[in-house]
């Protein structure tokens, strides 16, 4: 398994777990306002963000893929922060 596959792997499972995490949040901010709810669409267009880099470093070689993991990391630390806050909020 080349080091691009392994990376995306990794990655997919975290994407699947914050994915759970996000469907929970989502039923929640049903019962909540409107600002809970629009938490939830900005948490949802930062996933499809991480998922896109996915598919981009999935699809590029060795080479590409390496350069593309600064900005995957970026994009999972962003969602990481918004899924913290955003649970924070709707526990209250």
């Known amino acids: ?3 691009n596959s ?3 792997a990794r990655m997919q499972t975290q994407l699947k777990q914050w994915d759970a995490e ?3 949040l989502a039923a929640r901010s049903e019962k909540s306002g409107e600002q809970a709810r629009a938490t939830i669409r900005e948490l949802q267009a930062s996933r ?3 998922r896109s880099y996915i598919d981009k470093i999935r699809f590029a070689g060795e080479s ?3 350069q593309l993991h600064a900005g995957m990391q970026v994009a999972f630390e962003a969602l990481r922060k918004a ?3 955003a649970s924070a909020e709707l526990r209250d």
Do not use: Q
Request: glycine share 6%; net charge negative.
């Open 1 to 3: 398994m080349s080091l």
């Open 22 to 24: 996000l469907d929970a």
């Open 6 to 8: 392994e990376y995306v």
């Open 83 to 85: 899924l913290e806050k």
């Open 64 to 66: 590409a893929g390496a």
């Open 48 to 50: 499809d963000a991480a």
